[in-house]
């Protein structure tokens, strides 16, 4: 005899109604969730902007919490890192940070979303603060289709990719050094949702009402308090970060909004 759950789960318009119960049900959680890590922020982004003189965002941190920072996620790991949804409106005053970073973030977001991020970056800046991002360059990916003899930095990005998303075609010469796969598997997964080049970004950050936007090279900075920054190297080497990753910084002009 049948279980009733099996039942259920075999009539298609029951079976419809129930993951949508499940899904609503789940949503009403993360709706309290979020409002609790909400409430709970205020307090810690209000003893923070009172205790620094210097104040800086450190935005999708992860488990790279940086000393002298407000460190924020999505998902925060510890009681010390915030929630943060950079889709919302971020949760500072006007004019009151000085210098805003995120590494491999941007790339998670719809375009539309990301200038609309950093329109909110710019007015939680204070005149002349600088936003800090790192993200993967898409030229990166566009130079495996050049014809040029990759690098051994090149090549070893190409195995680890394959290792992980197709190790069954490890063993086809062809499969194995497929620029045409490492390109579709890097802009479809590990959620990211526009991949930018360096003209692109650069753009994104002057509509958004930056006034001065500068390239810069992993870890380094004219500004002491954003260098040596990045750390997702330590999840993918330092070489593969140094491969794939651009950075720019943008500054606010000094005139009011």
Not at 113 to 118: L, N, P, R
Request: proline residues 4%; aromatic residues 8%; neutral net charge.
């Amino acid at each position: 005899m049948k279980s009733v759950r099996n039942i259920l789960k075999s009539h298609p318009v029951i079976h419809a109604l129930g993951k949508e119960f499940k899904s609503s049900v789940q949503r009403v959680g993360d709706t309290v969730k979020h409002g609790n890590l909400k409430r709970q922020r205020q307090r810690v982004i209000a003893t923070y902007l009172a205790r620094h003189r210097e104040r800086k965002l450190h935005i999708g941190c992860g488990p790279m919490i940086l000393e002298d920072w407000i460190n924020s996620d999505f998902v925060p790991r510890t009681r010390e890192v915030i929630f943060l949804d950079i889709t919302e409106r971020l949760p500072f005053p006007d004019a009151s940070l000085d210098f805003i970073y995120s590494e491999h973030l941007i790339e998670h977001v719809s375009l539309a979303a990301g200038i609309g991020h950093f329109k909110d970056c710019l007015r939680v800046l204070k005149p002349g603060g600088v936003i800090r991002v790192a993200t993967p360059d898409l030229k990166f990916l566009l130079d495996y289709f050049s014809g040029k003899p990759l690098t051994n930095v090149q090549r070893g990005f190409l195995t680890e990719m394959m290792n992980e998303f197709h190790p069954d075609l490890a063993r086809s010469e062809v499969m194995s050094g497929s620029a045409a796969i490492l390109l579709n598997e890097f802009v479809r997964d590990w959620g990211h949702m526009f991949i930018y080049d360096r003209d692109t970004l650069g753009e994104a950050l002057r509509l958004a009402g930056f006034a001065k936007v500068k390239s810069c090279e992993v870890k380094e900075s004219e500004h002491a308090s954003l260098r040596d920054l990045e750390q997702h190297g330590t999840a993918i080497s330092d070489d593969y970060n140094r491969l794939q990753t651009m950075v720019l910084e943008a500054t606010r002009g000094l005139s009011p909004l």
